[in-house]
């Protein structure tokens, strides 16, 4: 059985991607890839998923060397220290436009780091938690979102798939929707909004890719 390091383990992804694909899994929990790498040896492991990330958006915007520090130089010392091993870098359909928050750039400029990687696969996606988890939905913006344990799914799907001798850049979602679309599957009494409604210290777009 391969053994799989996963960076941001005990994350909602990770946990329902554990229940999917079999391997030995090495969870980092509470281990700041940042600052340190304290893992022995990095060709122990056959695979690196690489979803752990600053993910607070609006408190992004306040301690944006923080946010940074985590998503930019945090990811390259990961790319760094494992670069013989097969590398999967979890990413954002919001990282299309960087422009519009630190988060969005902070992860933008993490892709372009693993494409340094010689082997690496990069997944721009997005995930909510089942059920929908608010009383509004914006009927304005497109995405590729799912919920957790459906991009799990395809997430274990996608890295059974992938050739690891080949790089590979790619989306990954339940196909092309209307959020309030994707909240209604969940919660169908969901009242609509619009993106313009939200004045929470970052832009937003209408559609995210």
Not at 30 to 54: C, K, R, S
Not at 55 to 81: A, L, P, S
Request: proline share 4%.
């Amino acid at each position: 059985m391969s053994k799989i390091l996963v960076t941001g383990g005990t994350g909602k992804l990770a946990t329902e991607l554990k229940k999917i694909l079999e391997a030995d899994y090495v969870g980092i929990e509470h281990w700041d890839f940042t600052y340190d790498i304290q893992v022995g040896n990095p060709l122990e492991y056959d695979l690196v998923i690489h979803m752990g990330a600053w993910t607070d958006i609006v408190k992004g915007e306040i301690e944006r060397n923080k946010c940074f520090e985590t998503n930019v130089n945090g990811t390259w010392r990961m790319v760094d220290f494992f670069k013989e091993v097969p590398f999967v870098y979890i990413s954002t359909e919001y990282a299309s436009h960087p422009e519009l928050s630190v988060y969005a750039l902070s992860k933008q400029l993490g892709e372009e780091i693993v494409k340094t990687h010689p082997c690496h696969l990069i997944l721009r996606t997005s995930f909510k938690p089942r059920p929908w988890a608010y009383d509004y939905a914006y009927d304005d913006q497109w995405t590729i979102a799912g919920y957790t344990d459906e991009i799990a799914e395809e997430l274990a799907l996608m890295v059974g798939l992938w050739d690891r001798k080949k790089s590979q850049f790619t989306y990954m979602g339940t196909g092309r929707k209307k959020m309030i679309d994707l909240a209604r599957k969940t919660k169908p009494d969901v009242k609509p909004n619009k993106v313009a409604d939200y004045k929470y210290g970052y832009l937003i777009p209408t559609d995210y890719q």
